[in-house]
Structure formats: structure tokens, C-alpha cells
């Protein structure tokens, strides 16, 4: 079984940079994690995809965040980041990653992280 750990969230002011990581440990089957992805959840909102990106290396992103924040993986090293630019208040919320063995199954019911909370000041 796959287990997903996020890092490197924090408090940072608007319009800076933070880079978060997901680490995909336990039982990684190549193919199990052939989808990953990052949420993010709001206080009061419903939990939103951000981005995804498969093993080749395709990606796709969410209307909100296309062009400020950037997907990548590291199959030798099962980790996913997410690049996050020009950071907003509105950006304030718990990222989670997420996987699967194809970007419909781990949509539908993929296996979670915990989550890393990002907090951007006004």
C-alpha cells in the first residue's frame, strides 16, 4: 500500500514562492502511482484539484492556478512537487497530493496525504 507525505508548506507574505513536496512511500508500484496530483482545500470550501501529472510527464492544471503554479515529478525518487509563484491570500489553504494508476482512478478514489497547510498574508 502506498502511503503519500506532503512537505513544505508555511506562512508566507503575498506574491512569494513556496515549493511543496509529496513523497510516495510503501509499497510504490510503478504503476500504482502512474497518476498524481495536488488538491487543495479552503476553510468552508470543497476540496479542488490543482494539478496532475502523469509518469510520462504530462500535465494539467486548474483554470486558477494555470501559469503561477507548476507540477513536476521525480519517478526515481516517487516524489511530486508542486512550484507555487506569485502567491495570493486566496491561495491560503491545506494541499494535499494524491495517487493513482490513472488520472480517473485516482480522481474517483485515489489514495491521499495528509496535507500541508499554506498560509499567504495580505
Known amino acids: 500500500q502506498v502511503q503519500l507525505q506532503e512537505s513544505g508548506g508555511g506562512l508566507v507574505p503575498a506574491g512569494a514562492s513556496l515549493r511543496l513536496s509529496c513523497l510516495a512511500s510503501g509499497s510504490v508500484h510503478p504503476k500504482a502511482v502512474g497518476a498524481m496530483g495536488w488538491y487543495r482545500q479552503a476553510p468552508g470550501a470543497q476540496r479542488e484539484l490543482l494539478a496532475t501529472?502523469?509518469?510520462?510527464?504530462?500535465?494539467n492544471y486548474a483554470d486558477s492556478v494555470r501559469g503561477r503554479f507548476f507540477i513536476s515529478r521525480d519517478n526515481a525518487k516517487n516524489t511530486i512537487y508542486l512550484q507555487m509563484n506569485n502567491l495570493k491570500p486566496e491561495d491560503t489553504a491545506v494541499y494535499y497530493c494524491r495517487t493513482g494508476w490513472t488520472i480517473a482512478t485516482m480522481t474517483s478514489g485515489g489514495t491521499w496525504g495528509q496535507g500541508t497547510q499554506v498560509t499567504v498574508s495580505s
Open positions: 501529472v502523469t509518469r510520462a510527464g504530462n500535465t
